[in-house]
């Protein structure tokens, strides 16, 4: 109603499409075995601390495991990433028969596996967490995560058949109903990102024509405003003047006969005829009129030629650095 646009949040887009990978049956009983060691360490304070010790033997830094939570965004990542890295003193560790641990480690296999998977959603978490962002842009940011992530979904040779159809799983759920040409126009507009390479050159065509439409029309409102202003300081000056009671010239007598007396001696007054060559010979007489008269008085650019204008000047600036912030460039 407002003309705002509304764009789904694409992080939880993105968090909707792991789960929808992780629903495979290989993937999900990896991770019941991964869930049930993790388990047993948050259970057991002295496998915790077993653990800790022998993590610092191998000169590792000793971690927690972290437990994965259906509820919460990249956790499932977090697990695995924080598994792999200890996962040398959990196995050793798992071997201590005075612990009783009765569930089984993971067979190499499974860790290649888990290797995999890791590599699979570490750019989801990436995207996640800049799109979370609130002291910075990131609408301009949806439609190159989204494109980029669609091509790191995207099944290719090197892949087994396992991570294939995970692939294949997220790819289908990263299908959203997101509003392409308006993510194009916000990627153009944002320094960092118009020129990026995986938009298309009819991308590229229809997003221009939307924002030169759109910075028209606020030009337009913004010249109708500035002639309402103007036509209200006027309405007022002149609402000022009539409230004012007219000033009358009352002249004596003597005043009156000598005004006659001057106006009889005044010789003839000579009517020059306003011709093309005296209005050229007309000159400004300020210092402002010589020097502003020649800018002010042609005739003003319609609205189409300074978008047009400004357009080209901010497509030929150079792209700004990713790093920076495109509100303070």
Same mark, same amino acid.
Request: charged share 30%.
């Given at each position: 109603?407002?003309?705002?646009?509304?764009?789904?949040?694409?992080?939880?887009?993105?968090?909707?499409?792991?789960?929808?990978?992780?629903?495979?049956?290989?993937?999900?009983?990896? %991770?019941?075995?991964?869930?049930?060691?993790?388990?047993?360490?948050?259970?057991?304070?002295?496998?915790?601390?077993?653990?800790?010790?022998?993590?610092?033997?191998?000169?590792?830094?000793?971690?927690?495991?972290? *437990?994965?939570? &259906?509820?919460?965004?990249?956790?499932?990542?977090?697990? %695995?990433?924080?598994?792999?890295?200890?996962?040398?003193?959990?196995?050793?560790?798992?071997?201590?028969?005075?612990?009783?641990?009765?569930?089984?480690? %993971?067979?190499?296999?499974?860790?290649?596996?888990?290797?995999?998977?890791?590599?699979?959603?570490?750019?989801?978490?990436?995207?996640?967490?800049?799109?979370?962002?609130?002291?910075?842009?990131?609408?301009? %940011?949806?439609?190159?995560?989204?494109?980029?992530?669609?091509?790191?979904?995207?099944?290719? &040779?090197?892949?087994?058949?396992?991570?294939?159809?995970?692939?294949?799983?997220?790819?289908?759920?990263?299908?959203?109903?997101?509003?392409?040409?308006?993510?194009?126009?916000?990627?153009?507009?944002?320094?960092?990102?118009? &020129?990026?390479?995986?938009?298309?050159? *009819?991308?590229?065509?229809?997003?221009?024509?939307?924002?030169?439409?759109?910075?028209?029309?606020?030009?337009?409102?913004?010249?109708?405003?500035? $002639?309402?202003?103007?036509? *209200?300081?006027?309405?007022?000056?002149?609402?000022?003047?009539?409230?004012?009671?007219? *000033?009358?010239?009352?002249?004596? @007598?003597?005043? $009156?006969?000598? @005004?006659?007396?001057?106006?009889?001696?005044?010789?003839?007054?000579?009517?020059?005829?306003?011709?093309?060559?005296?209005?050229? &010979?007309?000159?400004?007489?300020?210092?402002?009129?010589?020097?502003?008269?020649?800018?002010?008085?042609?005739?003003?650019?319609?609205?189409?030629?300074?978008?047009?204008?400004?357009?080209?000047?901010?497509? /030929?600036?150079?792209?700004?650095?990713? /790093?920076?912030?495109?509100?303070?460039?």
């Amino acid at each position: 109603m407002c003309g705002l646009q509304h764009v789904r949040c694409l992080a939880h887009v993105f968090n909707l499409t792991v789960h929808k990978g992780l629903k495979n049956e290989t993937v999900s009983n990896l %991770l019941k075995k991964v869930r049930r060691i993790v388990g047993f360490f948050h259970r057991s304070s002295t496998a915790a601390a077993r653990l800790a010790a022998i993590a610092t033997a191998l000169g590792m830094k000793p971690l927690r495991l972290i *437990q994965d939570v &259906d509820t919460r965004w990249n956790s499932t990542f977090d697990m %695995l990433e924080r598994f792999a890295g200890q996962r040398t003193a959990v196995d050793a560790t798992m071997k201590l028969r005075d612990l009783k641990i009765k569930e089984p480690p %993971l067979t190499e296999d499974d860790g290649e596996f888990i290797d995999q998977l890791i590599k699979l959603l570490e750019p989801f978490k990436t995207a996640a967490t800049v799109l979370c962002g609130e002291k910075y842009l990131t609408v301009s %940011l949806i439609f190159n995560y989204k494109k980029l992530l669609t091509l790191h979904v995207t099944a290719h &040779d090197l892949d087994s058949e396992t991570i294939s159809r995970v692939k294949a799983a997220m790819l289908a759920a990263m299908i959203c109903k997101h509003v392409e040409l308006f993510l194009v126009e916000c990627s153009l507009v944002d320094p960092r990102f118009r &020129d990026i390479q995986f938009i298309t050159d *009819q991308n590229i065509t229809d997003a221009l024509a939307a924002i030169k439409n759109k910075m028209s029309t606020i030009a337009l409102r913004m010249g109708l405003m500035r $002639q309402t202003a103007v036509t *209200q300081e006027e309405a007022k000056a002149t609402a000022d003047d009539s409230d004012q009671p007219p *000033q009358l010239n009352v002249l004596n @007598d003597e005043e $009156q006969s000598d @005004d006659n007396n001057n106006y009889k001696e005044q010789e003839p007054a000579i009517v020059v005829e306003d011709t093309p060559e005296a209005d050229n &010979d007309k000159k400004p007489t300020s210092a402002l009129g010589r020097l502003f008269d020649v800018f002010i008085t042609k005739e003003e650019s319609s609205a189409a030629d300074k978008v047009k204008l400004e357009l080209n000047c901010y497509l /030929k600036e150079s792209r700004a650095k990713l /790093k920076g912030n495109p509100i303070d460039w």
